[in-house]
């Protein structure tokens, strides 16, 4: 608020809605239009409520039909409730309704006819794909036990030793057929005589 303007933000911005509608006289429109110039936010404020109501756009009136009201007026004090003409009103709204239902309950009967369908088509393709044999199932199997594994564990490798010392055999071979100062495996004779010199005397 400026010392030049006597309006509080509070007092302006309970002024804004009504300023916005047109329903202030120029008395009070005058000072809130002096305030909104010199206080930036009750402008924000105002500029948010206008920008608020541009989403709510009044809607026209429906067009009401010339002499509309002198019939029903007369109508009324002809002692007609419009029971009749309401009771056909229905009846034409009944039938656009049952005809939906009746619709309605095609599409449902067709869906269900259609899901039951799926249903045993799937079961006769689970059959066509699932193996037919007697040992291909993994349930028919026992549980084995972590021993037994252990044992048939401990039998493959016995059986697997040869053909991995055959495998190893051409290895060994190789490294006794080099000299022993080219062997990566054996130290040196001046490496051995090195660490005998350092080690501590006891």
Request: hydrophobic share 45%; net charge neutral; with cysteine.
């Amino acid at each position: 608020m400026n010392r030049a303007d006597p309006m509080e933000c509070t007092d302006a911005k309970l002024l804004i809605p009504s300023y916005l509608d047109g329903e202030l006289s120029e008395a009070q429109a005058a000072p809130l239009r002096k305030h909104l110039l010199d206080c930036q936010p009750c402008r924000a404020s105002a500029q948010g409520e206008k920008n608020l109501k541009l989403w709510f756009v009044a809607q026209a009136a429906p067009a009401v039909p010339k002499g509309f009201a002198a019939r029903v007026a007369r109508r009324a004090f002809a002692g007609d409730t419009g029971e009749r003409s309401l009771a056909g009103a229905e009846l034409a709204i009944a039938a656009p309704v049952r005809k939906d239902a009746d619709s309605l309950r095609f599409v449902l009967q067709l869906t269900s006819i259609a899901a039951v369908l799926l249903i045993f088509l799937s079961i006769a393709v689970r059959q066509q794909t699932l193996p037919s044999g007697g040992k291909l199932m993994a349930d028919d199997h026992p549980e084995i036990k972590f021993e037994r594994a252990l044992e048939e564990l401990d039998q493959l490798n016995r059986a697997d030793a040869p053909a991995q010392r055959q495998l190893a055999a051409p290895e060994r071979q190789r490294a006794a057929a080099q000299p022993a100062g080219q062997r990566l495996d054996q130290p040196s004779a001046a490496g051995s005589n090195q660490n005998r010199a350092g080690e501590p005397k006891q």
